[in-house]
């Protein structure tokens, strides 16, 4: 098997070096880009298997680069930045991000999260030879990853796609953030995080709920997360 390609997008040369070299000793193949001036025409050249994308560089914004690459990449894109704020991560996996992580970041962290994008992005989960889903206009297809509403494809990141099939498979069953969060993220919860719940809010918007009061995927306080079939 060949080794997976990744491109590291950052300006500051001692991360990227020390995350390279980390990645590289791991058995990836890396391209170090220290601007984002060429990236979309080097991402569409090169068919990299995932982006780690800072959120500052010299002369384009990560975030913005982020949303330009999501319709053109359907890899894993994960945002390593120095923003520290809520909003800046939920902005951030709105614009297609499929992990988002703080600097400073060791390298055993980025490569944990990157190794998780990589296994869902593959395939080999949970939802592998199961059949589709419908709930009413809602329809989930785990061979192909992809979701329609009334007909319509939803714009769903490999996290989103993971996440929701992990709802809809156990309808009417509550699912516990630290449940949700090593399922999906293959890591342990901290506590801290608000990725899945945010990517929750998001799910939400793209499957027509009311996100003030949502019928579908409905929070149980303090157990997590339930999603009703609707009628």
């Known amino acids: 098997m060949s080794a997976k390609h990744v491109f590291v997008v950052d300006d500051d040369d001692v991360t990227a070096a020390i995350l390279s070299g980390h990645l590289v000793k791991e058995g990836y193949r890396v391209t170090r880009l220290a601007d984002g001036n060429t990236l979309i025409d080097d991402v569409q050249r090169e068919q990299p298997d995932a982006i780690i994308l800072d959120g500052r560089l010299p002369s384009a914004d990560g975030f913005d ?31 297609g991000a499929d992990d988002y992580l703080r600097k400073p970041a060791t390298s055993r ?15 080999g989960g949970p939802q592998d030879g199961k059949a589709s889903l419908a709930f009413g206009d809602l329809h989930i297809n785990p061979a192909s990853r992809s979701a329609t ?32 969060f090593r399922q999906t993220r293959g890591i342990d919860y901290d506590g801290l995080d608000r990725s899945i719940d945010m ?11 009311d996100t003030e009061n949502p019928a579908i ?15």
């Open 217 to 231: 995927i409905k929070t149980v306080r303090g157990k997590g997360y339930l999603f009703v079939a609707p009628a």
């Open 109 to 123: 962290i980025v490569l944990a999260h990157l190794r998780a994008c990589l296994r869902r992005a593959g395939g």
């Open 199 to 209: 990517r929750v809010s998001r799910l939400r918007k793209l499957i027509g709920e």
């Open 65 to 95: 680069l982020c949303r330009e690459l999501r319709p053109k990449f359907a890899g894993p894109i994960l945002l390593l930045t120095a923003r520290d704020d809520d909003i800046d991560e939920l902005l951030g996996l709105e614009l």
């Open 149 to 180: 509403l009334k007909g319509e494809a939803i714009p769903l990141t490999t996290a989103e796609f993971d996440l929701l099939w992990m709802l809809a498979s156990q309808s009417g069953t509550v699912l516990s953030r630290e449940e949700i």
